[in-house]
């Protein structure tokens, strides 16, 4: 997607803010909010993606984004006044307001709202959450992915914990990102503290051997991502393969007949390419078309047997 996104370039789109609806122009903090200055706050990444045919953004998963929210509230005393199915509905609620007839980012944020700057305990900070939907395309801006492994190692658990999505811990992938970026490449791929092989800046990784799918385990200090899971049980479930999670060694990957990543924001996407070396033949493997096909058709609700996965929200008319 392109960068530099501005409220203004939101024009009359709303966000939930201080418990109420209000305009995205509107919706701002004090400068002494703590999570500006120590990113004391847990987010989410939500696709919605826009169905012609039956007239609707269908959000995918939801539930377990906001589950893993809520975890991260638990973990960083972020004390917010909603359950999980509170916040899928305030989250329904403001994608039909804001009237959304293309794909879009669901983005919400839990967060030390205390404006109080020199204190670093978290008892101390109430806390708030708030919600923006905006339009969204490609997030990686490629079909298939040249990677470099970064120089920068993903934040330990006794460090930071991984495996929820908190929002200083964005430092780490935003550094690898920028590296890879810059060298050329279109996303790093991050190795843990002990060299094994994690996840990208914003994905998860999956490497196809001999038929086998093999993913980093969450111990590894991966996010536990939600497109993962649903990776992991379409390959099971529907291509019947083997998926094996368990630490992955960085020459493995070199060597693997497919690289992919998964994300919210970067689907399932194929890496051709790592450390200017071809992955196996450099092009698009068989199980990694297979998955993205089946992905494509799930998200957008068009497969019956996952629309379990969707939650519809149907734009109301703008009136005049
Ligand atoms: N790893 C990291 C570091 C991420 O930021 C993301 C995006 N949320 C993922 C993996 C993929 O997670 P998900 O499939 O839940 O979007």
Redesign the pocket.
């Known amino acids: 997607m392109s960068t530099g996104q501005s409220t203004s370039q939101f024009g009359e789109l709303q966000a939930f803010f201080r418990g109420d609806y209000v305009p995205l122009k509107d919706a701002n903090v004090n400068i002494m909010t703590h999570a500006l200055h120590y990113g004391t706050g847990v987010f989410e ?1 939500i696709r919605g993606n826009w169905n012609d045919e039956a007239g609707v953004v269908n959000i995918f998963r939801l539930r377990e984004h906001y589950e893993r929210l809520l975890r991260g509230c638990r973990l960083l005393m972020l004390d917010i006044p909603y359950t999980a199915d509170q916040l899928c509905d305030i989250t329904v609620e403001l994608v039909e307001r804001n009237g959304h007839r293309q794909d879009i980012y669901i983005r919400p944020l839990a967060y030390k709202s205390a404006e109080m700057v020199a204190n670093l305990k978290l008892q101390d900070l109430e806390s708030d959450f708030t919600l923006i939907t905006i339009p969204f395309g490609n997030y990686l801006g490629s079909d298939t992915l040249r990677c470099c492994t970064s120089s920068w190692r993903r934040v330990d658990d006794p460090m930071i914990p991984a495996r929820l ?1 908190i929002s200083g811990i964005y430092v780490n ?1 935003i550094l690898a990102k920028t590296e890879a970026t810059l060298a050329g490449f279109d996303e790093a791929i991050i190795l843990n503290h002990d060299g094994h092989v994690c ?1 990208g ?4 990784l999956f490497l196809v051997v001999d038929g086998k799918m093999i993913t980093p385990a969450l111990e590894d200090n ?2 536990p ?4 899971d649903t990776v992991i049980q379409l390959a099971q479930s529907e291509l019947g393969l083997e998926v094996v999670e368990r630490t992955v060694d960085r020459s493995e990957l070199y060597l693997a007949d497919e690289v992919l990543l ?4 970067a689907h399932i996407t194929p890496v051709v390419e790592l450390d200017n070396r071809p992955i196996a033949d450099g092009k698009t493997g068989p199980i990694s078309a297979q998955l993205q096909k089946m992905y494509f058709d799930i998200v957008v609700g068009r497969n019956p047997k996952y629309l379990h996965w969707c939650t519809p929200a149907s734009p109301r008319p703008v009136v005049v």
């Open positions: 990444g999505k992938s996840e800046s914003g994905e998860n991966v996010l991502g939600i497109t993962r998964t994300g919210t924001a």
